[in-house]
């Protein structure tokens, strides 16, 4: 008993000490996001930097305004979650609930190929087919635009939440679903009304994985949105704040550098808050 108690205080000290390492590596990315994201922003000034619509950090009297990345980057992750969240919670339910054997597994593996391919060949892909696919399509001069982007952030982000959605379906009790059965519910009607409710707190941090890959996705959203510094239109060449930073960083200096690492805080602050936001209503609905 005692080497048994004494190998159990072993394995929880590592475990104790990983989750300290993982916080520890947590804190020191918050501390050097803000010591290099601020003097940037003491110098622009902070309502410049975040709603001037100019951004030109390499012309003789440089702009550093980043309202064209912010609005960006909220459009084309909203735009790919409207798409994804119906499409995605529906086929996590019917390979959960109702689908087949035969037919869960073969849908089950494709959508976890889909979830291991590198973003940067969802990239390569749609500049080779999508963006002259929307060329063609609705006649504009260049495909590559803020709909290709979402187009392919939507593609990329699904499987993760039909994932994520499934193992928090699966979990649900199975005696929640007899006991709903038993009263004389539908199958359909137990699985949206009882399982869909008690899982959604999976469900929705699937959405959460969703919004931080869509939001933080970088290469796969420059090739296809044309990766210029402009104002937010469907059809029209933009870009991110992900993109802002890869772009410029290799020959950055001086104030556009710091600049580039204040963008970085805008991004870490604005997946802070989207995490902070659903807790919080999560935990107002179950109370």
Not at 23 to 31: K, S
Not at 107 to 131: C, E, K, Q, T
Not at 192 to 219: C, D, Q, T, Y
């Amino acid at each position: 008993m005692k080497k048994q108690k004494a190998f159990e205080n072993f394995i929880h000290g590592i475990f104790l000490i990983l989750g300290l390492i993982t916080v520890g590596c947590v804190l020191l990315i918050t501390l050097y996001l803000v010591v290099a994201g601020i003097p940037a922003i003491r110098k622009i000034g902070l309502k410049d930097f975040l709603f001037n619509p100019k951004w030109a950090s390499t012309a003789s009297e440089p702009s550093y305004g980043i309202l064209p990345f912010i609005l960006t980057s909220v459009y084309g992750t909203a735009g790919a979650i409207l798409i994804d969240v119906p499409i995605g919670f529906l086929i996590s339910v019917y390979l959960a609930k109702l689908a087949p054997a035969k037919i869960r597994t073969v849908v089950s593996g494709a959508v976890s190929l889909l979830a291991g391919i590198p973003s940067v060949v969802y990239g390569l892909v749609g500049m080779m087919v999508l963006v002259p696919g929307i060329r063609n399509l609705f006649h504009i001069p260049d495909g590559a635009s803020l709909f290709a982007a979402i187009i392919v952030l939507a593609i990329m982000i699904l499987p993760s939440i039909i994932n994520v959605s499934i193992t928090a379906l699966e979990a649900v009790p199975k005696e929640y679903e007899d006991a709903s059965l038993a009263l004389g519910a539908t199958p359909v009607e137990t699985y949206f009304k009882v399982s869909v409710p008690a899982a959604k707190s999976g469900i929705a941090a699937a959405v959460v994985l969703g919004v931080g890959r869509a939001i933080g996705e970088a290469m796969a959203v420059m090739m296809v949105s044309g990766n210029a510094p402009n104002l937010p239109e469907l059809f029209g060449s933009v870009r991110f704040l992900t993109t802002a930073m890869a772009s410029e960083m290799s020959y950055s200096s001086g104030l556009q550098r710091q600049a580039l690492f204040s963008i970085a805080l805008v991004l870490f602050l604005f997946i802070m808050l989207i995490n902070a936001a659903l807790n919080f209503f999560l935990k107002r609905s179950k109370e």
